[in-house]
């Protein structure tokens, strides 16, 4: 009865573990987002301030889970204010819009009106040729614009209620997970897209449009147009951009494609969706990021004296984008690092790659830079920083290397066996009975004449010494 009696606890608390899973991936999964309901202003003119409320998203995969969630508002949020959001795709429900209890990162939440209208757009006007039956477009149209808080994920999302209520259906949702990209000159960039449709809406059964447009300093430019409709790629005004056609109408990938990354692809890239009377659009920012290259001339530096000033130039180029850091460093024998400032910079030129170069001059006083060291020219960039350096020698300053120590020795002891053979030679010349083993620097002297003869060039006269005159003679004969 005990063993029965535990097997049935146990299989309660296996029931009751099962049911928190179910309402925890039902209820709790999808976060309840914080957002700013902007009002459509009323007249023209300057107002004070945004004309916002705060609002609550409560976002299910299911429309049932709402209903325990219709008296939780807090108090400082208008109960005309709650939205409740059914997003069968769950997009509304990634990690990214649901922070952790106490952060201070949350996501930003933006919701807009929208009124349903047909597209301008040449692309898209075939979209709308089929008459709709006006009863759906008679709702309660909201836009809904998120970032995640690690600012890494965009999302649109076009909502859908009936007229007077507040229980909204997703229609449409655009995202994308490359927000800000950095990528190296050359190499192949893919700015992510992906859109979701709501097969229950008559709206998502007539096709779609995809247009990709870019924009930098104000000015503007179509990069991609395709109808897929009628699966035609209707503009390309980028050579090297391109989409997985595959992927798109099977799983919704607008992701643009671009070949090789360049410097004039560096700005914002905006990917909009186009359903009948419906637009999504989300927007993302390239950045081509290439370091510099570094040379310093000139290479090596010439031998110079103490107290000279060398002339040196740091050439940097082929980096992108413009901005760049140069400056000078000498790192000395012991090891210390100074900088020496940021010399005469050039004016930046840009090269036909779009790429720029730029110079710095350096006029390095050697008065107090002590012994041998390094100099270098570093260049900070968003990029990287890159450095490049070149020895410098001052001479009479820098203590000899084992080698000029060896060769020193050497060369002693070669002189030293020179002077040893001259004195051997001529202490061993002559008789023997009459020679005189004298150290070489005696000589003999004629000491009326005070010639020394033949050798009289190798020694100083002031070494003469008194001497037999014949022995003498004799000696040096």
């Known amino acids: 009865f005990c ?28 976060p309840v987002l914080e957002c ?3 009002k459509e202003k009323v007249g023209g003119g300057l107002s004070g301030g945004p004309n916002q409320d705060k609002s609550l998203l409560y976002v299910h995969k299911h429309a049932d889970s709402h209903r325990a969630e219709s008296h939780d508002a807090p108090l400082e949020v208008n ?17 990214s819009l649901n922070p952790r209890r106490g952060s201070s990162n949350k996501p930003m939440c933006e919701i807009n009106p929208l009124h349903p209208q047909p597209s301008t757009l040449e692309l898209a006007v075939p979209l709308t040729e089929p008459a709709l039956s006006p009863i759906y477009l008679h709702a309660d149209w909201l836009s809904t614009a998120l970032q995640s808080f690690d600012k890494t994920m965009s999302i649109s999302a076009i909502t859908r209620a009936p007229t007077g209520t507040k229980e909204h259906d997703v229609i449409l949702t655009l995202t994308t997970k490359t927000v800000l990209v950095q990528s190296r000159l050359g190499a192949p960039v893919l700015l ?25 300093r104000g000015d503007g430019r179509l990069v991609l147009a395709y109808d897929g409709k009628s699966d035609r790629l209707s503009h390309t005004g980028e050579e090297g951009a391109t989409l997985d056609f595959e992927a798109l109408h099977g799983r919704g990938n607008a992701s643009l494609i671009l070949q090789e990354a360049k410097v004039h692809h560096s700005g914002i890239y905006i990917c909009s969706v186009y359903l009948p009377y419906l637009q999504a659009q989300v927007a993302m920012e390239l950045q081509v990021v290439e370091p510099p290259s570094l040379s310093i001339h000139p290479s090596p530096l010439p031998l110079t004296a103490q107290g000279q000033t060398i002339n040196i130039q740091c050439e940097a180029s082929g980096f992108a984008p413009l901005s760049l850091d140069l400056h000078w460093e000498f790192k000395g024998a012991d090891g210390k690092t100074k900088v020496l400032g940021s010399g005469s910079l050039s004016s930046h030129r840009q090269l036909w790659d779009g790429t720029y ?30 450095r490049v350096s070149v020895e410098i020698n001052l001479i009479g300053f820098s203590s000899p290397s084992i080698e000029d120590s060896m060769a020193m020795v050497g060369v002693a002891l070669v002189l030293y066996g020179l002077i040893k053979l001259v004195s051997w030679s001529f202490s061993g010349s002559g008789n023997n009975k009459t020679s005189l083993h004298f150290p070489l620097w005696l000589l003999w002297c004629d000491h009326e004449s005070f010639n020394v003869y033949e050798i009289r060039h190798m020694f100083p006269l002031s070494l003469c010494s008194g001497s037999d005159e014949a022995a003498t003679q004799q000696k040096v004969k």
Not at 82 to 89: G, Q
Not at 192 to 216: I, K, M
Not at 366 to 382: I, K, S, Y
Request: glycine residues 8%; contains cysteine.
């Open 3 to 30: 063993n029965f009696l535990s097997l049935f606890q146990l299989s309660l608390l296996f029931h009751h573990v099962i049911a928190y899973i179910y309402v925890f991936q039902s209820h709790g999964s999808c």
């Open 36 to 38: 700013w309901f902007m």
């Open 79 to 95: 109960p005309d204010r709650l939205y409740f959001v059914t997003d069968p795709a769950a997009t509304l429900c990634h990690r």
């Open 192 to 216: 992510d897209c992906s859109f979701w449709a709501n097969p229950s809406s008559p709206l998502t059964g007539t096709g779609f449009a995809v247009e990709w447009r870019y924009q930098f």
């Open 357 to 386: 170069t730029q110079s710095s001059r350096l006029e390095l006083d050697t008065a107090d830079l002590g012994r041998a060291g390094e100099v270098a020219c570093v260049g900070v960039h968003p990029g990287g920083t890159r």
